[in-house]
Nanobody, 127 residues
Framework: QVQLQESGGGLVQAGDSLQLSCAASGRAVANLAMGWFRQAPGKERECVTAIDWSGRSTYYSDSVKGRFTISRDNAKNTLYLQMNTLKPEDAAVYYC????????????????????WGQGTQVTVSS
């Protein structure tokens, strides 16, 4: 079993930056695919970015490409999301997720591919 705890959310102005962290406990996540998702009110949860176990393969949604960066520090068992040039439409609850079932050397960008989720952290962007 894996526990995930997100942190770093908050209220910022458009154009600002935030870094989210996702600390994992219960087992090492160094060899597991992980991802960041977000869910705005009335909308489905969507994948923002995902990373394979090695960090060499990543996915970004078109809406965040060039502004967000996913990274992982396997020694710290932590996943990060650097968010730059934030826009009001980035406002949502952000969740990190980990896939513990067998996986290839690839990322996964859909909700059903993940096994454990954090409780989420709120990001609010004022215009």
């Amino acid at each position: 079993q894996v526990q995930l705890q997100e942190s770093g959310g908050g209220l910022v102005q458009a154009g600002d930056s935030l870094q989210l962290s996702c600390a994992a406990s219960g087992r090492a996540v160094a060899n597991l695919a992980m991802g960041w998702f977000r869910q705005a009110p009335g909308k489905e949860r969507e994948c923002v970015t995902a990373i394979d176990w090695s960090g060499r393969s990543t996915y970004y949604s078109d809406s965040v490409k060039g502004r967000f960066t996913i990274s992982r520090d396997n020694a710290k068992n932590t996943l990060y999301l650097q968010m730059n040039t934030l826009k009001p439409e980035d406002a949502a609850v952000y969740y990190c997720a980990v896939r513990t079932r067998p996986a290839g050397s690839r990322y996964y960008n859909t909700v059903d591919n993940y096994d454990y989720w954090g409780q989420g952290t709120q990001v609010t962007v004022s215009s």
